[in-house]
T-cell receptor, first 114, second 115 residues
Framework: GNSVTQMEGPVTLSEEAFLTINCTYTATGYPSLFWYVQYPGEGLQLLLKATKADDKGSNKGFEATYRKETTSFHLEKGSVQVSDSAVYFCALRGSGGSNYKLTFGKGTLLTVNP | DSGVTQTPKHLITATGQRVTLRCSPRSGDLSVYWYQQSLDQGLQFLIQYYNGEERAKGNILERFSAQQFPDLHSELNLSSLELGDSALYFC??????????????FGPGTRLLVL
């Protein structure tokens, strides 16, 4: 079945530092890939997505590129802010059959200090 | 605000009891999904409904059931509750549910505590 592996953290950075959160996946076919963010006490918000190989998703300074050859979708941001402190989830959605569900990684807690 | 609403926000109950969680999808969305978030299992898909019909099932216990009504809101029923059912339950919705690239929008969740 489908699976997602992401670095579990926690990750602690200083403001303006560079962020990378690694995510790799296992899936058949051509899944779509997502990053969701969960701020304290809130639900999940879509951060970005990519639906085919070599697509780059981007939003709010975050980027991730769908790499089929390495089955990866690493999240990056050049300069983090305190307001980026949250839990980040990598997820995939299958490409056919009854694969309508999202399969999530375990989440990475990011804390950004001023 | 995703446009997906869930009630109640918090629920505290005792073992053996039954509770109902409610979800209203975004306007125009036909698919509703339920997920459970717990510390040990992470985020797990439970079940999906599309326009009133069950579409896909995940790791949903037999003590749990769900339905989607003609107005497209959905309810998740949890019965014979156990301590291990304590978790955050999310509802998500999407337009049709038949495309892998379709975005699912999540509600704020219902936090269930079983004592």
């Amino acid at each position: 079945g489908n699976s997602v592996t992401q670095m579990e953290g926690p990750v602690t950075l200083s403001e303006e530092a560079f962020l990378t959160i690694n995510c790799t996946y296992t899936a058949t076919g051509y899944p779509s890939l997502f990053w969701y963010v969960q701020y304290p006490g809130e639900g999940l918000q879509l951060l970005l997505k990519a639906t085919k190989a070599d697509d780059k998703g981007s939003n709010k300074g975050f980027e991730a590129t769908y790499r089929k050859e390495t089955t990866s979708f690493h999240l990056e941001k050049g300069s983090v802010q305190v307001s980026d402190s949250a839990v980040y989830f990598c997820a995939l959605r299958g490409s056919g059959g009854s694969n309508y569900k999202l399969t999530f990684g375990k989440g990475t807690l990011l804390t950004v200090n001023p | 605000d995703s446009g997906v609403t869930q009630t109640p926000k918090h629920l505290i109950t005792a073992t053996g009891q039954r509770v109902t969680l409610r979800c209203s999808p975004r306007s125009g969305d036909l698919s509703v999904y339920w997920y459970q978030q717990s510390l040990d299992q992470g985020l797990q898909f439970l079940i999906q409904y599309y326009n009133g019909e069950e579409r896909a099932k995940g790791n949903i216990l037999e003590r749990f059931s769900a339905q989607q009504f003609p107005d497209l809101h959905s309810e998740l029923n949890l019965s014979s509750l156990e301590l291990g059912d304590s978790a955050l339950y999310f509802c998500a919705s999407s337009l049709g549910g038949t495309s892998g690239s379709e975005t699912q929008y999540f509600g704020p969740g219902t936090r269930l505590l079983v004592l």
